[in-house]
């Protein structure tokens, strides 16, 4: 199946493929794909995590596979030699995916997912980034990079590198984050306050965060209330992509240097991201090389 599906910049769109684990319908956002494979043999690692079902070869690039259906508690996880392989990239690495079976790429937009309530996601235990209502069905968006990190922690937001950065003086510069994932929002706030950013301006979603820039703006402050933007790419009503086009495309928000955090980006979603103004481009990991990010783009800013 071909998944090089290439959207406009900025639409607040994305495709996500639909696929199946038993009866039950899911979703991952297209531009994690690298392709899909009838499954192949896998090699076992010995002590594995028992989600993983092992490592094989395709074109001498090692790929972890792991058995999604155990990942979500399915009954039925026994591994088998059927259904495909879903190979993924994101956080710069490479793993697949083991699915029943893949139904079709949908386009929708951000602002038709539904964020999962407290009923369906513990704040740090939920794997479902969004809910898509199509025709008769509902299907679930899994939060893919927290299954992979649950699996192996230390593919995770490398705090330790806000260790290295030693004492740092306070900064009051106003920072605005946009970040669906508590979890990760915890993290990334708990990383700037103690790297010296203390004035964080937190946002669940694109939206919330250009419905704040644009209240700053009606009162005249926008750029003294904030002096940078992260943003992640993938979330509900708004994505990032969407928001750095709306700050970039504004005569006087322009100027507030804009970081896109994610685990997206790869190289082509680096020159989409270039294209819209994004000022600096990091993938997940890299928490200490956004403080430098941040450090730099609001020097030059002042």
Sequence with gaps: MDTNILLENGTNELEVLEFTLGKNHYGINVAKIREILSYQ??????????????????????ITVINLKHCLGLSDSTVTDEGLLIITNFNKLNIAFHVD????IHRVSWADI??????????????????IKL???????????KIVTDISPETGLKVSDIDNLGERERC???????????????????????SGYTNLIVTMNGQEAWDKLTEFQRNGTALEDVHCVITDIEMPLMDGHRLTKLIKEDDELKKIPVVIFSSLVNEEMRRKGEALGADAQLTKPEIGHLVEAIDRLIDQSR
Excluded: H, Y
């Excluded at 079976?101 to 079709?104: A, D, K, N, Q």
């Excluded at 025709?135 to 990079?145: A, G, N, R």
């Excluded at 009051?172 to 946009?178: F, Y």
């Design 135 to 145: 025709e008769d069905k509902l299907v679930i968006i899994l939060d893919f990079e």
């Design 41 to 62: 043999p896998v090699t076992p690692i010995p002590n594995a995590n028992p989600s993983v079902e092992g490592i094989f070869m395709p074109r001498d690039v090692m």
């Design 101 to 104: 079976e893949v139904i079709g």
């Design 114 to 131: 539904i964020k999962p309530d407290s009923t369906v996601n513990a704040e740090n235990d939920g794997v479902s980034t969004g809910v």
């Design 172 to 194: 009051d510069s106003p920072i605005l984050i946009a970040e669906d994932s508590p979890l990760l929002s915890k993290l990334i706030t708990d990383c700037l306050k103690k």
